[in-house]
């Protein structure tokens, strides 16, 4: 099956969390105008790299209702990049698939922390494989690919 994937490479304002959540806005709209399914963003594309500003952490699950509505909006799958969210007082840097109708299809929590992560961000421990319309699928973030026992 052939489909079209758009990936972005953005930086995130650092910090601005409405200002990148408008970036990420404005490219998504792109990417399904263009004809694209499937739009994949980077790691801490919403508020940047949180070490210094850890109150800047998702505890409300805004940033995924906010990819929720933009899939349904603009009837695309999105893998949200990744940022912080904050639960059971723990912080985690968290990926998601989100179907063109908005239902979420996968999470997964950053298993192979970079260094400078560890200090304040708790390890995942499950690789999600998930079914989409397009075939079977995981996420990983950025360091995890230099572990390559996770696609055994």
């Keep these: 099956m052939k489909f079209k994937v758009a990936v972005v490479q953005l930086e995130a304002t650092q910090f601005k969390i409405e200002e990148s959540l408008e970036k990420i806005r404005s490219y998504t709209q792109r990417a399904a105008l263009k004809g694209a399914q499937v739009i994949i963003f980077p790691e801490d594309c919403v508020e940047g790299v949180i070490d210094k500003r850890r109150d800047l952490a998702d505890s409300e699950f ?38 063109s109708d908005g239902k979420v299809k996968a999470q997964y929590r950053k298993i192979n922390l970079w260094h400078p992560e560890r200090k304040y961000i708790s390890k995942g421990n499950k690789l999600p494989i998930f079914k989409t319309k397009y075939g079977k699928a995981s996420i990983v973030i950025f360091w995890d690919l230099a572990f390559t026992r996770l696609f055994y």
């Design 62 to 99: 805004r940033n995924r209702k906010f990819f929720i509505n933009l899939a349904k909006k603009y009837k695309i799958d999105i893998v949200t990049g990744s940022f912080i969210e904050r639960e059971r007082g723990k912080l985690w840097n968290t990926s998601y698939y989100i179907d």
